[in-house]
């Protein structure tokens, strides 16, 4: 069906019905963000095969978000422009602020994420996850990394993205003005809250680089600034963000999907977990774990038990 074609189904039951009710239309607004999500993708694997390393998969993530939020945009505005007549003869609403204020932050995110995983990375060997994998899966790492590292990544930001963005769609562009009361404190209220996860990773993230950028800090942990009232201020800040944009376009039932799902990887199987993992056995790092939260900020303990 296509882009446009997609798009314009959901155009088609703008004054009330619920597009994304049936299997059938799921599948279509997958297809639909997979045309823009995979491509891309392939893209960034072949540009790893290129330069020999895998880790700007990383900066990948929020850019594909960026991607597929203003995909919607350049689709919605192709339509409005090839069909001035309107659909079934009722004309299509106005792209609205809201959902370029939707919009606008799902690009803060993305782009400041992506901007700060480069500066990260700039001058330094491969990211030591990459690095690992290259060693265990030798010489099948070309297709593997096609298959567990870029189009899995690519998985989940269809499943964790689309629905998001097409609520967005419906309840910021298609209702509009209709959206009442409690429509309008979501959205402001989400907004806020993702506006402020946005803050809370940027400084998360700008105190551990710069921490780490200083010789004398060279294995050391970091325990101040956020660091000192959580392990993990950045995925805090991360999941805050995802919970704010849900809040934001609805937070409807159907749609929780995504905050759960980055929670859900953030705190089991990467970010969180994943570093933990790394630093078991440390002993610095053990006493910070046993005075400092784990991922919700909260006062630290005096000394360690």
Known sequence: MGVFGSL?????????????ASLKSWFEILLMYG??????MVLGWLWSLWRGRADHVDMMWGLGFVLMVWSVVGAYSFLQWSTPEGIRGVPLPAMTYKYLLFAGLVTLWGGRLAGYIALRGRGKPE???YANWRRDWGKHFWWRSLLQIFLLQGLIMLVMGAPLMMEGTRNLIFLGDE???????????????????ILFEAVADWQ?????QKPENKGQVLDAGLWGWSRHPNYFGEIVIWWGLWVMVGGTVGTVLSPLLITFLLVRVSGVAMTERRYAGDDDYSRYKRRV???????????AE
């Not at 189904?9 to 994304?20: H, Q, S, V």
């Not at 309008?184 to 209220?189: A, I, R, S």
Request: charged letters at 15%; a positive charge.
């Open 8 to 20: 314009k189904n959901m155009m088609e039951f703008w004054d009330g019905a619920y597009l994304l």
């Open 35 to 40: 045309l823009v999500v995979i491509p891309f």
């Open 127 to 129: 990211d030591w996850r």
């Open 179 to 197: 959206m009442g009361v409690s429509g309008m404190v979501k959205f402001w209220l989400g907004g806020g809250l993702a506006l402020g996860g």
């Open 208 to 212: 551990l680089y710069t921490f780490k």
């Open 293 to 303: 939260s784990a991922l919700v900020p909260w006062w630290p303990k005096k000394q």
